[in-house]
């Protein structure tokens, strides 16, 4: 069974930085065919994705939060750790982890990317 | 990057009803396009992917179509489980792109 779970703190004071992390099973980080995005969802609001992280080390991050986010990931401890520096209150949200591949079962759709199993949620607020 | 735009923002729908989401995107993207649904609470789940295959154990009243700009996700019969928020999502390349959703509300 494929799980994803995150974890970090529930509340962060303002300019601090937020260390969230996810941490997988059921499946290999070093697995070619996925990979393990950030997608964070502010109270009432649309999803937002983050960022993302392939077996190669290969990462990829939002355009707008770019200077602000380091993906990365310990394939031995199945956990990929995203941290978001100099937060504010805008950043409150849910956050999630979710694995990114291209198989439906037994069948591959090469390329075909699509975040098929994700954690719950970790909800962070951002206050004084 | 791509910027993806969903209409309706939401929409009213009895039981029994069709409905119909519509996705466009900024750029050509192929078929590279995926749809989630979300209940209030609850994290997205994938309903199609590839603009119109079905991911497993999703029911067949969904279908998606599209390729290009313009994508659809229909619901044949909307059934109370139904009634949510839908998302598109676009990985034809990095950074990936959501819709804003479109949120199904019970007429």
């Known amino acids: 069974q494929v799980t994803l779970k995150e974890s970090g703190p529930v509340l962060v004071k303002p300019t601090e930085t937020l260390t969230l992390t996810c941490t997988v099973s059921g499946f290999s980080l070093s697995n070619p065919r996925m990979a393990v995005s950030w997608i964070r969802q502010p109270p009432g609001k649309a999803l937002e994705w983050l960022a993302h992280i392939f077996s190669n080390d290969e990462k990829s991050y939002n355009t707008s939060l770019k200077s602000r986010l380091t993906i990365s990931k310990v394939t031995s401890e199945s956990q990929v750790v995203l941290t978001m520096t100099n937060m504010d209150p805008v950043d409150t949200a849910t956050y999630y982890c979710?694995?990114?591949?291209?198989?439906?079962?037994?069948?591959?759709?090469?390329?075909?990317?699509?975040?098929?199993?994700w954690g719950k949620g970790t909800t962070v607020t951002v206050s004084s | 990057d791509i910027q993806m735009t969903q209409s309706p923002s939401s929409l009213s729908a009895s039981v029994g009803d069709r409905v119909t989401i519509t996705c466009r995107a900024g750029?050509?993207?192929?078929?590279?396009l995926n749809w989630y649904q979300q209940k209030p609470g609850e994290a997205p789940k994938v309903l199609i992917f590839?603009?119109?295959t079905l991911q497993s154990g999703v029911p067949s009243r969904f279908s998606g179509s599209g390729s290009g700009t313009d994508f659809t996700l229909t619901i044949t019969s909307l059934q109370p489980d139904d009634f949510a928020t839908y998302y598109c999502?676009?990985?034809?390349?990095?950074?990936?792109?959501f819709g804003q959703g479109t949120k199904v509300e019970i007429k």
């Open positions: 750029q050509s993207i192929g078929s590279y």
């Open positions: 999502q676009q990985t034809y390349n990095s950074p990936r792109t």
């Open positions: 979710a694995r990114e591949g291209y198989c439906r079962g037994a069948t591959c759709y090469a390329g075909y990317y699509f975040m098929d199993v």
């Open positions: 590839g603009a119109s």
